[in-house]
């Protein structure tokens, strides 16, 4: 019998849903609520005939421990995510020049979610994390992915430095950053085969990831604060790419 996990939230439950429903058991809403949100993921249940129950609110704070959960749970069948290599991205039939989010020890969950939404949303083809040191793909993280989880690739090395060196090796240009990077993010060509490289919240890049790199870009910072949130400075990062190559 398939083991069963708990996921919450709206945008993760309905992306389950559209994605591959036939993983849901049953959905469990919040009695007290009526709202449009609510109405949709009923109505989608029933669609591909998942049982929903309405139940008392505490219930549903049981089954997720932070309470953060908007109302609404699934109990889902913990399916075997499909297996995606660096190199199955990089011998894919894209469209355009590759493109990597490389994540460097990571591990607030939120922020690893963040990370992937953004990436989503910006065209990314994978997100490559390390093993160790670094968060899993959690339910908090499914939550804040809000879909993005379900949709791009997560794939998890066990040596980063020697991944890099692949992605060199493929003719991959590696750039990391850092508040103390050579370049201007701006005055950086990114339009061919890219991989940019964010370190963790507190520490940033590791040393050794440092020295791998093919250059280190900076976000010109013109205000008082010194530095930005991982996923801030991810959008910040992705979102350069995506313009300079919308523009070529």
Known sequence: MSQMQVIFG???IISRLRQSSHSINEILVDKDRSDPRTKEITILAKEHNIRVLNVDRARLDGLVS????????AMVKQIKEAFVTVEDILEGE????????????????HNLGACLRVADCMGVHAVIVPK???????????KVASGAAESIPLIVVTNLARTIRLLKDANVNVLGTAENGDFSLYDFDLKGPIAIVLGSEGDGLRRLTKEVCDSL???PMLGAVESLNVSVAAGI???????????S
Do not use: C, W, Y
Request: zero cysteines.
């Open 217 to 219: 870009l900076k976000i």
């Open 237 to 247: 990062f992705l979102a350069e790419v995506r313009r300079q190559r919308i523009k």
């Open 94 to 109: 894209l469209s355009e020049p590759v493109f990597f989010l490389v994540l460097d020890g990571v591990e607030d969950p």
């Open 10 to 12: 709206f945008h993760s």
């Open 132 to 142: 160790d040191r670094a968060v899993g793909l959690n339910a908090t993280v499914r």
């Open 66 to 73: 932070n309470k953060n959960h908007q109302g609404v749970v």
